[in-house]
């Protein structure tokens, strides 16, 4: 049975640095895309990066391109976020996900086959 479990989050103040892990379990994603997203109170679950391989493409969503870092440790299984000059904007649940098969990183949530629980970052003005 395929699990993803995230690790990582907690609280910061603006203009921090936290770094966010998903571990997988019951199979490899080395060659499928692994991805990013969140989900504030009262908002829809958004996209936030996404990673094809290890050391292939990656892709961010605006708000947090030059700030968050996606990256792949095949080794490990695992898929890091690594998110800096945060803001009180930032604040949300964070979820990993990974995709069945191989494909460019893909930002569409529909495509992404696992999920993890999730990870609460919350950001302090």
């Known amino acids: 049975q395929v699990q993803l479990i995230e690790s990582g989050g907690g609280l910061v103040q603006a203009g921090g640095s936290l770094r966010l892990s998903c571990t997988a379990s019951?199979?490899?994603?080395?060659?499928?895309?692994m991805a990013w997203f969140r989900q504030a109170p009262g908002k829809e679950r958004e996209f936030v990066a996404s990673?094809?391989?290890?050391?292939?493409?990656?892709y961010y969503a605006d708000p947090v391109k030059g700030r968050f870092t996606i990256s792949r440790d095949n080794a490990k299984n695992t898929v890091n976020l690594q998110m800096n000059s945060l803001k009180s904007e930032d604040s949300a649940v964070y979820y990993c996900?990974?995709?069945?098969?191989?494909?460019?990183?893909?930002?569409?949530?529909?495509?992404?086959?696992?999920w993890g629980q999730g990870t609460q970052v919350t950001v302090s003005s």
């Open positions: 019951g199979r490899t994603f080395s060659s499928s895309p």
């Open positions: 990673s094809r391989r290890t050391g292939g493409g990656t």
């Open positions: 996900a990974a995709k069945s098969t191989p494909s460019v990183a893909t930002q569409e949530m529909r495509l992404y086959d696992y």
